[in-house]
């Protein structure tokens, strides 16, 4: 029952921004460590970047010092600022939750949004 939702995909030229945005749906009790990949056609899902639970945040070498992770205070929301984008930004993002935070602990899991598409014109 709980999913996630992500909006905020688009076509934009090269050098333009655009800002993700990714939703839990459905009654939960957790907060969130999230994470966000994309795939392009024929290609393997590749990890782009994630927030952990302390709200430390990591990214791929290919996205450094132009897109930045964050939550909101419920960290039932994630968000992917994308500026600078390139055609090589183009795929299909995900959004996944990694970790479920409680009172009574924290365990691992593995929920995946349906993706959202990013394309970047030359």
């Known amino acids: 029952q709980v999913q996630l939702v992500e909006s905020g995909g688009d076509s934009v030229q090269a050098g333009g921004s655009l800002r993700l945005s990714c939703a839990v749906s459905g009654y939960t009790s957790c907060k969130y460590a999230m994470s966000w990949y994309r795939q392009s056609p024929g290609e393997e899902r590749e990890f782009v970047s994630g927030i952990d639970r302390r709200g430390r945040q990591s990214y791929a070498d290919s996205v450094k010092g132009r897109f930045t992770i964050s939550q909101d205070n419920s960290k039932k929301k994630v968000y992917l600022q994308m500026n600078s984008l390139k055609p090589e930004d183009t795929a299909m993002y995900y959004c996944?939750?990694?970790?479920?935070?409680?009172?009574?602990?924290?365990?691992?899991?593995?929920?995946w949004g349906q993706g959202i598409q990013v394309t970047v014109s030359s």
């Open positions: 996944k939750a990694d970790l479920c935070m409680t009172p009574l602990g924290s365990v691992s899991v593995n929920l």
